[in-house]
């Protein structure tokens, strides 16, 4: 569900793992889009063809941390299947918890003992060290780094670049790209990254 830049960047994930792309889904459709050689439909026409689609389980890959909630609540209202996607060229520890919907992307890491949790995206390269977690809907940005049994809130965001040791980041805070944030704070906005 979504067919923008994050969405084809998911696709993608999703080929690479062995999972076929039948449709985007996306309510900004025009008649006859289509988006990596597969057709994008609006939401209505979906539930009014999803005996075609049978038990294909839907990729969470809108960006925006509320809007991809909204989009897997009403998935689930509507009896469709959501997909955890994990590239293959992404490190995934086995004591490692993976939740329903998350998207882990290529050069990823989630060591030992990490979470991360329903829906939350770890982007390209980016590392969940171990003991850390990422709660559901959460966005680690390309590159971003948690550490010392970090954790970030539910529906927050941890920019590009941004590396997180030793500290909670409030659920729906943002971390500004390239910040280095070490141990709690109130405002999760702390020092440039050098």
Request: proline share 6%; aromatic share 4%; charged share 15%.
């Amino acid at each position: 569900m979504g067919a923008g830049g994050h969405g084809k960047v998911v696709a993608d994930a999703g080929m690479c793992a062995g999972l076929q792309l039948l449709a985007f889904i996306d309510d900004g459709a025009t008649p006859g889009q289509a988006v990596m050689d597969a057709p994008v439909l609006p939401w209505a026409e979906v539930v009014a063809r999803r005996p075609e689609f049978g038990e294909a389980p839907v990729a969470l890959a809108i960006g925006d941390n509320e809007r991809r909630q909204r989009a897997r609540d009403r998935l689930v209202a509507a009896g469709f299947q959501i997909a955890t996607i994990v590239h293959p060229a992404a490190t995934v520890a086995r004591s490692a918890h993976v939740g329903q919907g998350a998207v882990v992307l290529a050069r990823a890491v989630v060591n030992a003992g990490a979470v991360v949790d329903a829906g939350a995206i770890v982007n390209t390269a980016a590392v969940v060290e171990h003991d850390c977690v990422l709660e559901p809907f959460a966005h680690l940005s390309s590159s971003a780094t948690l550490s010392g049994a970090a954790r970030v809130g539910a529906l927050a965001v941890v920019g590009a670049g941004a590396v997180v040791v030793r500290a909670r980041v409030e659920p729906g805070g943002v971390v500004a790209p390239g910040v280095c944030m070490v141990g709690d704070a109130a405002n999760p906005l702390i020092a440039p990254y050098h």
